[in-house]
């Protein structure tokens, strides 16, 4: 009672702080509210610890993946506003990108088999580290559906790069950085052949293969370097989730598997269908990757190359003693190393435990040579009871889990229970459950990957949302809910629906390591980096015409595009670029032609350009699709194609 009043009085505080009002006024207009809209002192107290006044800025920001929309979510905590939709794997407009020639070669980066392909299954997106920690310089994000990575740059949240994985058809274990981010690892979901060539199911324990791969990244200039890539061929037991070592299991790669039962399916043939084929075994294996060992495998040239990417065989992977399996509860999800390094969590998810590995244990068996046996490649097998620190009983379906700022604390996904459970992985016991609503997938505390977890709040990514919103239809958006953690009990306070596509993981950062640019250099092009060469500036805006090649340079600044008139041939192939000379901070504008699906977006500074061939004859309005000034209608010309 007495904790409630003294709630009730701080609401009122903050109330007459707010508004300016008498606090007799103030109580009576709060009652109200309460009352007309059902509020309990709960649902107040949960509002005074999101709602964010206007102008006021939120101390942490959320990388969430886009899921199929190939996009990635941008948005704030603890107010939940969406602040943007970073375009990655996908062309998006109202960026300009897949819109104009810069961004299109970014996107030809991911094309898959010389196919251009504009969706992504996006999944789980990483912060570079530096020291283990986030440093705010970059984010990578996979396309399971095509087995591509790439680079967004956070000097202006921009996609630089996609690569295309050589040897995978899919993953699932990526995107995950090495403590200072030389590498980002990306590990196969479904195993298949590493070539493209034509191969029975039958070869499957012959020819189908998983992969870890380990691409190099370069902070200075921003890129992976495939040259500098390589990975390690893996048994076709279906890797799933990854994590790097740190701490004292820095150089090592965690992942588990789902099949090593190496099912093949086919209730076709009247075999058991894949669900149950690929759950037969009772326990599956975690993959234990001496990555720094392989690193010089790879500099003494002890590779194959296949689709010129190099790959360190199974063979040398054994003989070289680099690659370890330890058993672990069947069809496990989610492998978490502990912010120390020494204790990798795994999920059950078909069984209720989550087992808490000893890093220490294994190195030691490793040593010694401790094996109970090897696996049809030859890969020596753990004792599981002898690396295991210990097992917790969570609840049904565990999936993923996230570390909090207090020793021993995490936090763990219950999919079936649709609940987060609170525990301690080293005294190995259960804390406090909270309901979610519903089947939560990923979860995310503020560094919650990392040796520096944050605390204060959690974020339960769940799958479904089925009657917490309006009903707008069959396709139900997914459901974030704002956690807060800083007590000793879990109290729900935000849901916030997700439009875009399903989210799997997120990562939240420190707002303060964010460090943006607001306006671009005068005629750049972002995409690479440097100064576009075909950057126009005020009183040099011209149209030159070689045969049939027509080339313009163009400016806009409010409130004119300038040419206003462009007059071609039916047939030309017409170049346009156009350079935004703004200085002042968030005057975009926009370039958008009728017809020839163009559509720039103009951020101050930036150069674009498309070109296109001018196949119809007539008159086509361009405008700025920003509305960027008061005479922004006025903001127009005329691209005039004559027969
Ligand atoms: S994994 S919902 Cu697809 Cu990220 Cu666990
Ligand atoms: Cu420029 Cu509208």
């Not at 279906?238 to 090592?252: E, H, N, R, T």
């Amino acid at each position: 009672m007495k904790k409630t009043r003294v709630i009730w009085k701080l609401l009122l505080m903050m109330v007459v702080l707010l508004f300016g009002v008498s606090t007799v006024f103030a109580q009576s207009e709060l009652r109200k509210v309460m009352k007309e809209r059902g509020l309990t002192e709960k649902d107040l107290l949960a509002a005074a610890k999101t709602y964010t006044p206007t102008g006021k800025h939120d101390p942490y920001i959320v990388f969430s993946s886009g899921g199929q929309s190939g996009q990635i979510l941008v948005y704030g905590v603890p107010s939940m506003r969406i602040y943007k939709v970073l375009a990655v794997f996908t062309p998006e407009p109202w960026q300009g990108y897949g819109y104009d020639d810069e961004s299109k070669k970014v996107l030809e980066g991911g094309k898959v088999r010389g196919r251009y392909i504009t969706w992504g299954d996006s999944h789980h997106p990483a912060l570079s580290e530096t020291n283990g920690d986030y440093d705010g310089q970059y984010l990578f994000i996979n396309d399971k559906a095509h087995a591509r990575v790439a680079v967004i740059d956070l000097k202006d949240f921009v996609t630089k790069q996609i690569v295309k994985n050589p040897i995978m058809k899919s993953d699932h274990g990526g995107c995950f950085v090495t403590p200072n981010t030389k590498y980002v690892l990306e590990t196969t979901q479904y195993a298949a052949p590493f070539d493209n060539k034509y191969h029975s199911i039958k070869e499957y324990n012959k020819v189908f293969r998983g992969a870890m791969t380990f691409w190099r990244f370069d902070r200075k200039k921003g890129r992976i370097i495939p040259e500098k890539s390589f990975s390690v061929e893996l048994p076709p037991y279906m890797q799933d989730l990854a994590d790097a070592g740190k701490g004292i299991s820095d150089g090592w790669a965690f992942t588990n598997s789902w099949n090593s039962e190496r099912y093949t399916g086919g209730i076709e043939e009247g075999n058991p269908p894949f669900e149950a084929g690929c759950s037969a075994n009772d326990t599956d294996y975690l993959h234990v990757i001496n990555w720094k060992g392989v690193e010089k495998e790879v500099e003494a040239g002890h590779y194959k190359l296949i689709n010129g990417h190099k790959v360190v065989t199974l063979k040398t992977l054994v003989k070289k003693g680099l690659i370890y399996l330890i058993p672990e509860p069947k069809s496990p999800h989610g492998v978490d190393v502990s912010p120390s390094g020494r204790y990798i969590i795994v999920s059950g998810k078909l069984d209720t435990h989550a087992s808490v590995y000893d890093f220490k244990k294994i190195l030691n068996l490793i040593k010694k040579k401790d094996f109970i046996g090897k696996d049809p490649y030859g890969i020596p097998i753990l004792s599981m009871r002898k690396s295991l620190h210990g097992q917790v009983e969570l609840g049904l379906g565990p999936l993923h889990t996230q570390f909090d700022s207090k020793d021993g604390i995490v936090y763990t996904s219950l999919y079936v229970d649709s609940a987060v459970v609170k525990w301690d992985y080293k005294r190995l016991k259960v804390l406090d459950k909270i309901q979610v609503h519903y089947n939560i997938g990923h979860l995310v505390t503020p560094h919650g990957d990392t040796v520096h977890p944050r605390g204060h709040y959690l974020i339960a990514l769940n799958k479904l949302a089925v009657d917490r919103f309006n009903n707008i239809g069959p396709l139900h958006p997914q459901n974030h809910q704002l956690i807060d953690i800083s007590g000793k009990k879990m109290q729900m306070l935000y849901d916030l629906p997700i439009p875009i596509g399903e989210p799997h993981y997120a990562v939240m950062i420190d707002a303060k390591l964010l460090k943006p640019e607001v306006r671009y250099k005068l005629g750049w092009n972002p995409y690479e980096d440097s100064r576009s060469p075909y950057r126009t500036l005020p009183g040099r805006e011209r149209i030159v015409r070689k045969g049939n090649r027509v080339e313009v340079f163009a400016t806009a600044i409010r409130s004119h595009i300038n040419p206003e008139r462009i007059v071609v041939k039916k047939g030309d192939i017409v170049t346009i670029h156009v350079t935004n000379l703004e200085r002042a901070e968030d005057e975009t504008h926009g370039f958008g032609i009728y017809g020839y699906n163009v559509q720039f977006s103009l951020e101050p500074g930036k150069t674009s350009s498309a070109t296109f061939v001018a196949d119809k004859e007539g008159v086509f309005p361009y405008y700025c699709t920003e509305f960027c000034s008061a005479l922004h209608l006025e903001m127009f010309g005329y691209l005039i194609v004559k027969p």
